[in-house]
């Protein structure tokens, strides 16, 4: 980002005497329009700078000189490569129109040498705002905007960006030695070939030449100079101490040749660093863009699925939920037939005790019911017996042969009368009369066909 600094010379009025030797000039003007947009197509609003001075950053930076300026920008808008810097910033304000205006202090710095000699040779810089923050559209935002500064530039990015620099010529110590003599004899000088052979040794935006102007005698007024005079001693004094400092310019004219050469061969060899820097810069900007655009991509496809997990956590927590109802509900039946399954254990326990009890008890009725088959056998082989008996005597007292009668254990005795009468008549034979003293006791199950007689 570029910022113009208005054409407003300083006033530097005695600027050898009352600067520091460390500072070899000063830059102060118009430094950003806050109501245009720059040709980088940025917009620095009002609220930007604002916010600037009013942080504490801007204050301690002012307070400590930190905001420290570089030839060029710096790839690095938090660049402290100092070898590098040539101004510092020490004021900044704006006024009502929304112009911003700033003051700086060239330093002496082999950069700060470069721009007073590019200055001087008849370079107009311009200055550029450096620092950083995000862009909205084509605003800067106030809220993330961090300032570090200003920077010599050239090709500003506004219009009005091509300040006057007030370059202060008193910065090696010889010279401000000669600048010191000549103004404390400039005014003893009364011939204006010197004045003007003086005059021509220093910058028409000098103090010293403006005092120079100021004790320009006119040739048609100066008296003739006498040898042995006061006037030829105060001459020869000037010439000689002329041409002392003319073989010091020299010198230092010598030493600004070698300093120009070194400061060019420093631009070149910087111009090439900073080319291929900005070709390493372009090449890893590449490679890290494309990194980025699959890094955004991958994000995006990591978010999808974060947001498909969710859906699926939250499908699997109402299930979680259903299941753990069911569980409490499992549970509670499961405890039901508990119950119910310690109560049937109970119960077995029970039966199984009163099945032994009962085996117990069907193996004594065992041996009664083999006793009672016993008495049943013998009880059957008398009733077979009295069955016989009794059909023979019944037959005999009817005159009919019992032969041809069937007779079981089941035949009654009145069933085996029957038969035997029925075999009476199918004999044609007369029936004996029925014998009317036989008694038929039925008052027993098992044995009802005994007969008594």
Not at 196 to 209: C, H, N, P, Q, V
Not at 228 to 256: C, P
Not at 431 to 449: H, L, Q, R
Request: net charge negative; proline share 2%; hydrophobic share 35%.
């Amino acid at each position: 980002m570029n910022v113009s600094i208005a054409k407003k010379g300083i006033k530097a009025s005695d600027m050898q005497e009352t600067v520091s030797s460390a500072i070899i000039g000063t830059i102060e003007g118009e430094a950003l329009d806050t109501n245009i947009t720059n040709k980088n197509g940025l917009d620095i609003t009002r609220e930007v700078i604002e916010n600037v001075l009013d942080s504490e950053d801007y204050k301690d930076g002012i307070e400590n000189g930190w905001f420290i300026g570089f030839l060029g920008h710096p790839e690095d808008p938090n660049c402290m490569d100092f070898m590098n810097a040539g101004v510092v910033m020490t004021e900044m304000s704006i006024d009502d129109n929304g112009k911003v205006y700033a003051k700086f202090n060239i330093i002496d710095t082999p950069v700060g040498r470069i721009i007073k000699t590019f200055t001087e040779a008849g370079v107009k810089f311009g200055i550029s705002i450096r620092g950083a923050g995000d862009i909205v559209g084509t605003e800067v935002d106030p809220e993330t905007f961090i300032f570090r500064g200003f920077d010599v530039v050239t090709f500003p990015a506004y219009p009005e960006s091509i300040p006057n620099f007030d370059i202060a010529a008193a910065t090696d110590t010889n010279y401000r030695k000669i600048c010191a003599s000549v103004k404390r004899n400039a005014r003893k000088i009364t011939s204006a070939t010197a004045l003007k052979e003086l005059r021509g040794m220093f910058s028409d935006r000098s103090d010293i030449a403006k005092l120079i102007d100021s004790c320009t005698i006119p040739e048609q007024t100066a008296a003739p100079v006498t040898a042995g005079t006061l006037e030829n001693e105060r001459l020869d004094a000037v010439m000689s101490l002329y041409l002392k400092a003319s073989a010091e310019v020299k010198a230092l004219k010598i030493q600004l040749s070698q300093s120009r050469r070194t400061a060019t061969n420093a631009v070149v060899s910087s111009r090439r660093k900073m080319d291929a820097m900005r070709r390493i810069t372009a090449s890893q900007m590449q490679s890290i863009t494309s990194s980025l655009d699959s890094e955004s991509a991958s994000n995006s496809e990591l978010r999808k699925t974060v947001s498909g997990l969710k859906k699926e956590n939250d499908t699997l927590k109402n299930s979680n939920l259903i299941y753990r109802q069911r569980i409490e509900s499992s549970r509670s039946d499961l405890r039901e037939k508990e119950s119910i399954i310690a109560s049937l254990q109970d119960k077995l326990r029970k039966t199984v005790t009163a099945s032994t009890e009962m085996k117990t008890r069907a193996s004594n009725l065992d041996e009664d019911n083999d006793a009672l088959r016993c008495e049943v056998e013998e009880i059957r082989k008398s009733l077979h017996e009295y069955q016989d008996a009794y059909a023979a005597m019944y037959a005999a007292s009817l005159g009919v042969d019992p032969t041809g009668i069937k007779v079981d254990d089941k035949t009654g005795v009145r069933e085996l009368c029957r038969r035997i009468e029925s075999a009476t008549n199918t004999a044609n034979i007369a029936a004996a009369p029925a014998i009317s003293d036989i008694i038929v006791d039925d008052s027993t199950d098992d044995i009802s066909d005994i007969v008594t007689m």
